[in-house]
């Protein structure tokens, strides 16, 4: 039984190969795990947020009531960031495809996908203005127009992890192909 919050399939799922006849669809799913690279960053600023509300404590209880407000305000600024991060990725459901960026988010239905297919082109490593020679899943809309590069090889969540990427790519273009 897999839990509400879980992105990754069921044990029926992966054993029959195919969708359980439930609302699955209905909900926008993650189909892969975030890296670690993703998840060892927000480890990182959540650890310091933490030190920054501990901060903000100690100044709230010394009388320095704006060094406090100041630290809070950071703290929790930093918090919704990572959040933000964590929810950076491709998302899926029966209504379509779902590209969220991390100041930007970009839905297409699926009625609107022309073709998911995997691509060999130079692709950023992690994020950075550095680019190598890599593979990407791109999303063809109706018209012409490409999504930017849905997954890279060397992105957050998979730099590292080729296996991954490829189960992910592969998922996507299943359900690109069973709700277009």
Known sequence: MSL????????????????LPHAVHDRWLRPYRPGPWRVVTAALAFLLASYLLIAALIMALAGEGAGAGGLLLVAVLLIVATLRLLRVGVWLSGK?????????TVTVPWSRVASVRTAQQPVKVIGLPRTVQGQALVVTRKGGQQLRALLTDHNADFLGRVEAFDIAADAIESWATELR
């Open 4 to 19: 509400p919050y879980s992105s990754t399939p069921s044990i029926e799922e992966e054993s029959t190969g195919r969708a």
């Open 96 to 104: 379509g495809v779902r590209q969220v960026g991390y100041f930007t």
